[in-house]
């Protein structure tokens, strides 16, 4: 079964800085792009950052100079620097890989479902 294991996050004062690390393990034969999303109260989840297997990234603008992104092919691994942090940056963080996997129910391609999906994690950002 593939899994994604997120780590990290928590309190911080507007200003400061955490970092995020998340784990994809399992029947992957091939990592292909990974991501940050990004899910506060009462709005929908959004994208946050993505990297590709070549390193090349992308930032949704109210993150661009702030956050960086970054991943470890030989760990199938990806984390995010946040800096300068906001309050409008709370929310419940999430990662996303697109993959070539196998499960019990066959092998695939493409971003990861919600149900292969960790639990999240807070990042709360308040004086």
């Known amino acids: 079964q593939v899994q994604l294991v997120e780590s990290g996050g928590g309190l911080v004062q507007p200003g400061g800085s955490l970092s995020l690390a998340c784990s994809a393990s399992?029947?992957?034969?091939?990592?292909?792009?990974m991501g940050w999303f990004r899910q506060a109260p009462g709005r929908q989840r959004e994208l946050v950052a993505v990297?590709?297997?070549?390193?090349?990234?992308n930032y949704t603008d109210f993150v661009k100079g702030r956050f960086t992104i970054s991943r470890d092919n030989t760990q199938n691994t990806v984390n995010l620097q946040m800096n300068s942090l906001k309050p409008e940056d709370t929310a419940v963080y999430y990662c996303?890989?697109?993959?070539?996997?196998?499960?019990?129910?066959?092998?695939?391609?493409?971003?990861?479902?919600?149900?292969?999906w960790g639990q999240g994690i807070q990042v709360a950002v308040s004086s």
């Open positions: 996303n890989a697109d993959l070539d996997y196998c499960s019990g129910y066959g092998c695939y391609s493409g971003w990861l479902p919600r149900a292969y």
């Open positions: 990297i590709s297997s070549g390193g090349i990234t």
């Open positions: 399992g029947r992957i034969f091939s990592t292909n792009a």
